[in-house]
């Protein structure tokens, strides 16, 4: 690790070296170890190991589970949201706290915690057996526990951007005879487009990207209940650090996708950065 | 949680009451419908599941939990968790703040480039990160072969654990601490230094007060997430019992072990102890906030 200890007199410059270089070995070099060990043995090999059909059917999986998850968390976040930001209740902060939960609780409790209800030996585990319905080390199980990771992060965006637009606009719309559906879908998702494409984008990539809490409820079959996380795991385990960073650079570049997208939304709409980037 | 209904006066309290009598279509359509929506969705997907933890939790029996909860391989896990999020909380305190005031403060080439990565821990997958952490500091790994020889092993030890949780942790210290910097009036910086103070007194009496509650929250954010990582960690932790083995990691293996009961024991506490800090994080963020309200 970098020097730690720098007299404050010694002024800025050293200081700006201090912040990049730790920056730089800490945060960027991880990113350029991934691509780099991935083209350790040359381009056809780096081929060869997406071409594994285990490799493939796990990035299938991931892509499915996101294409699940990201909708029902955009329904939710929106539902919540204008429930949340156009109404006064008794409350409030409460809820929103609740819906934040899942930030607090560590990846491996929230695969737990879906064990405990739908596994073999947990509350609907008898049921689920009896009608032959499997839920845990299945697809459905992944999905479950992805959402809760991913469940506060388009709220949690909308929330504040809502709050801060106010009401008037909608019900402007409303006194000139809108229908509350028009109202939203003409006033208030134009308003809330970029915040919530935001949303979506780190919800996709920490639905994507989640190892704890799939790990737990997937039972790891290959070719079946292995998301791309979970498949850079065992070729990690196997000793091919060329096949598991070739996984792995798929994902990297989802990451280096994200950030881009995101920094370009930030740029155009400051305003973004209040919500989720805190906590995150 | 009913909501006030500014057409029916009965159901008015007289706070709600609209000033503006004219003003009757104040309200919106839709919330007992998106209100229902929410609070299923929110009980089926969190609330539901996370009290089934407590309430299987209670099938041990308090004694049989607290054996669990303070057997040796399991308070050291814990332990670890929470020490090295405490170290790893701490080093990012420092280059965090360093960062958050290079990045405010200072224009140099890349400085978009640079203030964009800070986010990568947040973007990255864990596991990416844990291989690619591991790799780069074992023993023959781009840093690990220039650590190494110096007597510092990071890779497969408790060290390595700190490395992980320095990385994930770094955006929330650097991200809570960058508005509040760059809102911070140079003025005073400049008043304090022109009556003679020297650039560590003016750090020490005019910066470090007034940015003190979001260093800490974002120190208590940071800490937070570490506390409960596992992905990122257990690649490079080398996961040796008693020694370099997470709490979340223990959880893990005694669900592999299938015993359920003991693994929701070592959760709950796990549980206990994330509410509790999202409670002390609500209460800093507020501090916060009053702070900057009551400066500009």
Redesign the interface.
Known sequence: MSPTRIPASLGGNLLLVVALVYLGVLVALPLVVVFVEAFAKGGAAYLAALADPDTRSALRLTLLVAAVTVPLNVVFGVTASWAIAKFEFRGKNMLITLIDLPFAVSPVISGLIYVLVFGARGWFGPWLMAHNIHVIFAVPGIILATIFVTFPFVARELIPLMQAQGSDEEQTAISLGASGWQAFWHVTLPNIGWGLLYGVLLCNARAMGEFGAVSVVSGHIRGLTNTLPLQIEILHNEYNPVAAFSAASILALLALVTLIAKTLLERRHPELRSGIAQRA | ????NTLDPATVRPE?RPIHRH?V???????RL??G??LA??CL??????S??FL?STDLGPERFWQVVTAPRVLASLRLSFGASLVAAL?NA??GF??A???T??R?PLR?M???????????????????????YSSN???GRWLEPLGIKVAYTPLGVV?AL??IG?P?VV??LQ?VLADLDREVERAAETLGA???QT?RWVVLPAVWPALLTGCA?AF?RS?????SVI?IAGNVPMVSEI???M??TK?EQYQ?AE??AI?VV??LA??G??LLI?GLQLWTQRRQKTRS
Do not use: K, Q
Request: hydrophobic share 65%.
């Open positions: 949680m009913p909501a006030v709600h003003r279509f104040r309200v919106l359509p839709g919330f998106t209100m929506i929410t969705y929110l997907i969190v609330l539901i599941p996370l089934a933890a299987r080093v420092l280059f360093i960062i005031w290079a990045l403060r200072r140099f978009r640079f203030d964009a990565i800070i986010d990568l821990p947040f973007a990255l997958p864990t596991a990416v990160a844990g291989i690619a952490l591991t790799a780069l790994g781009w840093l490395v320095c990385f770094l929330f991200r809570t508005p020297s650039r560590l750090f954010l937070s506390v409960g990582e596992y992905g690649f709490a979340p990691l959880i893990m669900l359920y693994a929701t959760a796990m549980l994330s509410f800090l999202m609500n």
